[in-house]
């Protein structure tokens, strides 16, 4: 059996390598923008520590369409912060839309930030249990 551009199995499976390939180029496109952030170019990424000079340390992508969001580490000398950062391509790969968010805390989670229960309270001795 020969497929041909008319039949919907084909124009299905072009829909979604189209798709895959528009959501690759834009993940790839906004991390060239992480890498150019850190070869010193002024970039969206940076305008947020002027005058400082941040290192970005991307820690995760995601497309959905023509949308990507970044979640990024950026360090200043001693300090660290993390950012989210969301943009929206066009049909070209240019950035339509942007929105750039530094986080309050001072960094990713990690692994000694969890917070343990309080120990369990001690019986009194003397009380048998139940």
């Avoid at 950062?85 to 969890?114: K, L, Q, S």
């Amino acid at each position: 059996m020969r497929l041909t551009l008319t039949d919907p199995l084909s124009g299905t499976l072009h829909a979604f390598l189209t798709r895959h390939t528009v959501q690759e180029r834009n993940k790839a496109l906004a991390l060239a923008l992480v890498e150019s952030a850190n070869r010193g170019e002024p970039c969206l990424l940076t305008a947020l520590f002027a005058p400082d000079r941040p290192l970005l340390v991307c820690d995760s992508v995601l497309a959905d369409g023509d949308h990507v969001a970044l979640r990024l580490t950026a360090t200043t000398g001693t300090a660290a912060r993390c950012l989210f950062a969301e943009f929206r391509f066009d049909g070209e790969g240019r950035i339509t839309e942007h929105h750039t968010t530094p986080r309050a805390d001072a960094g990713p989670p990690a692994v000694t930030d969890h917070h343990p229960l309080p120990p369990a309270p001690r019986r009194p001795q003397g009380l048998a249990e139940r």
